[in-house]
């Protein structure tokens, strides 16, 4: 039985144009379309991935994917997509997700 903070966190999933995820290490792959929304447009997968037993530092694959009528937009995805943790990072994905070229068409 879904509980009333379960249900407030579901009525708003989906309802935003870019959707970030997050999966830990080892998780099975995100589908994009698991989640149906007329709303979403562009979906950004984060992976934290698995460092090596001499490393503390902590990596993250990245993807993207958008529908077929969304241009592609910028900051362009480095290859390979592995981005290490830090202020680098989150500046990128900070520019990723506010550069998305459909916040241009809409009027608040």
């Not at 903070?5 to 870019?18: A, F, M, S, T, Y």
């Not at 999966?23 to 992976?47: A, F, H, K, M, T």
Request: aromatic share 10%; net charge positive; charged share 25%.
């Amino acid at each position: 039985m879904l509980r009333l903070e379960q249900v407030h966190k579901k009525r708003h999933l989906g309802n935003d144009i870019i959707m970030v995820v997050f999966q830990d290490e080892g998780s099975e792959d995100y589908l994009p379309n698991c989640v149906r929304s007329q709303y979403i447009q562009v979906v950004i997968v984060v992976r934290k991935l698995k460092a090596p037993a001499d490393c503390n530092d902590v990596f993250y694959k990245v993807s993207v994917v958008r529908n077929s009528d969304v241009p592609t937009f910028g900051p362009p995805l480095p290859f390979p997509p592995i981005f290490k943790h830090g202020p680098e990072f989150r500046s990128w994905l900070l520019r990723k997700s506010k550069a998305t070229p459909i916040h241009d068409d809409i009027v608040w």
